[in-house]
């Protein structure tokens, strides 16, 4: 099992894509990667007015509201309202239109290039939990609030509101604390 700590503080605050807001970049890999080619990417961004999001072709994205009364997320087809602590998946090269209702929000975003890593589910945890990544897995862990403990071989590794860390591999590792974490289960292709 590795754990990756990637600590709020070292986030890099960089425009979007499209140019349209600012998102904090939490994770891009492999290393060398790049917005335009990654296998994953990691970002929390604040959405203030009505703006499209920027593409990504070829990506999985699940996307969850941790901050704010709700987003409308406006494809060419149809539109979806999504919720506080709702995660909920989409091709990301669509890049449909979002909307803040009733003031700013706040997203995290997990993107996963189809040819490397399929997204496997996403979870909200409130309370302690076991987590396993398995074999050929990775776990995409996001404190939204409260404090966290991440118990591993030789110690502890405390995770504060924003924080993240990555799972990898096939042993379980305990998950304590209160409030709630994001957890997003990644499954490698190939």
């Known amino acids: 099992m590795t754990i990756t700590y990637l ?13 349209e807001g600012f998102t ?31 593409a990504f072709p070829g990506a999985e994205r699940v996307i969850t509201l941790i901050e704010g009364s709700a987003l409308d997320l406006r494809f060419a087809k149809h539109t979806h309202r999504l919720l506080p602590f709702r995660p909920y998946f989409f091709d990301t090269g669509l890049a449909p239109v979002g909307t803040p209702d009733g003031g700013p929000v706040r997203v995290v975003n997990v993107m996963a290039a189809r040819a490397a890593w399929k997204i496997a589910g996403a979870d909200l945890l409130s309370g302690p939990a076991l987590c ?39 042993q379980p590792v305990p998950v304590e604390g209160a409030g709630q974490m994001l957890a997003v289960q990644m499954q490698r292709e190939g």
């Open 24 to 54: 904090d970049e939490i994770c891009l890999r492999p290393d060398g990667a790049c917005r335009e080619d990654f296998a994953l990417r990691i970002s929390s961004a604040p959405i203030l007015e009505s703006g499209v999001f920027s």
């Open 7 to 19: 600590p709020a503080a070292g986030y890099e605050t960089l425009p979007w894509k499209n140019g």
């Open 132 to 170: 396993d990544a398995g074999e050929n897995g990775l776990i995409v862990l996001f404190a939204v609030s409260g404090e966290w403990h991440l118990r591993k071989a030789d110690g502890t590794l405390e995770l504060a509101p924003r924080d993240s860390a990555l799972l990898e591999g096939a």
